[in-house]
């Protein structure tokens, strides 16, 4: 299938979900480990007041990925005593206790669309290998994108599936063929996907995100 070589990274465009290692959160200066310590107990402070506006019985705790920096795992406790629990990386809560556009209702989503699950839901086992964390990303992940993707712009053709990126190494690709000219791919890193699949977050919004972009920028929205 012809596609363009030119892609859009809603990665970078996003960049709450672009954190990589060393990079601190106010880019023109780094910041002191006193004072990123208390940035860490301002956020996790704010997202536990957000969410108590919302649910009863709400915990958090901090951890930290190689790649992508702290991240804030929440666990929420529905009226059956269930847990449910979602992972938030420190850049995007920033962004939105900084935006002042209802944080506490969007990250009360998430556990909205959690609880349809009964039962509770815990954050997925990490993966004890390389080998496992392939099959994770070959058996879950790509078809997960693939089905969720061609579904939400059917019957329209979409291109779905693994490419290579120079710059960031294994993508998810999807784009639409019948765009010919400028942007028509959108090229997310696998391992993004795969550490928001981790911390029970969606992976296709990321990608929805970036392929309604496309269409908007072509006037077909």
């Known amino acids: 299938m012809n596609m363009n070589n030119?892609?859009?990274?809603?990665?970078?465009?996003?960049?709450?979900?672009?954190?990589?290692?060393?990079?601190?959160?106010?880019?023109?200066?780094?910041?002191?480990?006193?004072?990123?310590?208390?940035?860490?107990?301002?956020?996790?402070?704010?997202?536990?007041?957000?969410?108590?506006?919302?649910?009863?019985?709400?915990?958090?705790?901090?951890v930290k990925l190689d790649a992508y920096g702290p991240v804030f795992v929440f666990h929420v406790k529905n009226d059956a005593g269930e847990v449910y629990s979602c992972g938030f990386f420190l850049r995007e809560l920033?962004?939105?206790?900084?935006?002042?556009?209802?944080?506490?209702?969007?990250?009360?989503?998430?556990?909205?669309?959690?609880?349809?699950?009964?039962?509770?839901?815990?954050?997925?086992?990490?993966?004890?290998?390389?080998?496992e964390a392939k099959a994770i990303i070959d058996n879950v992940l790509v078809p997960k994108c693939i089905a969720e993707i061609t579904e939400e712009f059917a019957p329209e053709q979409i291109h779905a599936g693994l490419a290579w990126n120079e710059q960031f190494g294994p993508v998810?690709?999807?784009?639409?063929?019948?765009?010919?000219?400028?942007?028509?791919?959108?090229?997310?890193?696998?391992h993004l996907l795969y550490t928001h699949l981790?911390?029970?977050?969606?992976?296709?919004?990321l990608l929805l995100q970036g392929l309604y972009n496309i269409r908007k920028e072509h006037g077909m929205e």
Do not use: Y
């Not at 996790?44 to 009863?56: D, P, Q, T």
């Not at 998810?172 to 696998?190: D, K, Q, R, Y």
């Not at 981790?198 to 919004?205: S, T």
């Open 6 to 62: 030119k892609t859009t990274n809603p990665e970078v465009d996003n960049k709450e979900e672009a954190v990589h290692p060393g990079e601190a959160d106010n880019a023109q200066e780094p910041m002191s480990e006193e004072n990123l310590n208390e940035l860490l107990k301002a956020v996790h402070h704010n997202g536990l007041v957000a969410l108590k506006m919302h649910f009863k019985e709400v915990e958090g705790q901090l």
């Open 94 to 131: 920033i962004a939105r206790f900084q935006s002042g556009n209802n944080p506490s209702v969007w990250m009360a989503s998430f556990f909205v669309d959690l609880m349809k699950t009964e039962g509770g839901k815990a954050l997925p086992q990490p993966a004890g290998s390389e080998d």
């Open 172 to 190: 998810f690709e999807a784009g639409f063929p019948a765009i010919t000219a400028g942007n028509n791919v959108c090229a997310i890193p696998l």
């Open 198 to 205: 981790q911390l029970n977050r969606d992976p296709v919004e």
